[in-house]
């Protein structure tokens, strides 16, 4: 299992500016992802954290509005930029240890722009 | 495209009833992961079906993928307060992706 740490838990911004979340695991991973929920909803894959390459973004999601950094295997950052009051959702990082095996949560960032 | 469509959305129940939530997929599933996520939480993993008619049991969870690998349910037997939350089941892709069902929320009415 890993376990995992996000930063921030919570957050209010204005519309216009950018917030980084910071996710940290106690272990080396293989692979990190973000998710973003909605409330009341699944979760949507906002991009795979590749350590020594550029993240992999999911049909809907670029580079400009969320970039990622992952510089090695325990930590990754998701930056969410030139936020409106639409990006105010749950973000979640999760890692994955083995192919075809679970996924271990972060706690969450609570983030409502205003 | 890829999808595993649970059912139903929510479910009321009075405690001490049953539960059940279903995922089904037009194609063969790899595998099928269930999660549970408390209300402000995040999910935990909970279990993973590998094989055909596999049935897993945790305390009063019990926990099956179909013969043909499309299906898969969790049963609740007689739930408890402590079961509230939004179960999730997800298939396991070889890119360590996850592909997720809509979740399907349990509440206990008063």
């Known amino acids: 299992s890993a376990v995992i740490s996000q930063k921030p838990s919570r957050d209010i911004c204005q519309r216009g500016t950018s917030l980084t979340i910071q996710c940290q695991v106690d272990?080396?991973?293989?692979?990190m992802f973000w998710y973003r929920q909605q409330p009341g909803q699944s979760l949507t894959l906002i991009a795979t954290?590749?350590?020594?390459?550029?993240?992999?973004?999911e049909s809907g999601f670029v580079i400009d509005k969320f970039p990622i950094s992952r510089p090695n295997l325990t930590f990754s950052t998701l930056t969410v930029s030139n936020m409106s009051p639409e990006d105010s959702s749950i973000y979640l990082c999760?890692?994955?240890?083995?192919?075809?095996?679970?996924?271990?949560f972060g706690p969450g960032t609570r983030l409502t722009v205003l | 495209g890829q999808q595993v469509m649970q059912i139903p959305q929510y479910q009321h129940v009075q405690e001490g009833e049953d539960f059940t939530t279903y995922c089904n997929s037009s194609?063969?599933?790899?595998?099928i992961q269930w999660y549970k996520q408390r209300p402000g939480g995040h999910p935990v993993f909970l279990i993973q079906?590998?094989?055909s008619g596999e049935v897993k049991k945790q305390k009063r969870l019990t926990f099956q993928f179909g013969e043909a690998k499309k299906n898969s349910s969790l049963h609740i037997t007689a739930t408890q307060t402590t079961d509230v939350g939004t179960y999730f089941c997800?298939?396991?892709?070889?890119?360590?992706?996850?592909?997720w069902g809509a979740g399907t929320k349990l509440i206990i009415k008063p």
């Open positions: 954290a590749n350590q020594g390459s550029e993240a992999t973004y």
């Open positions: 272990s080396q991973v293989t692979m």
């Open positions: 194609t063969t599933l790899s595998n």
């Open positions: 997800a298939e396991g892709r070889s890119n360590y992706q996850l592909i």
């Open positions: 079906l590998v094989k």
């Open positions: 999760s890692v994955a240890v083995r192919v075809w095996n679970e996924q271990f």
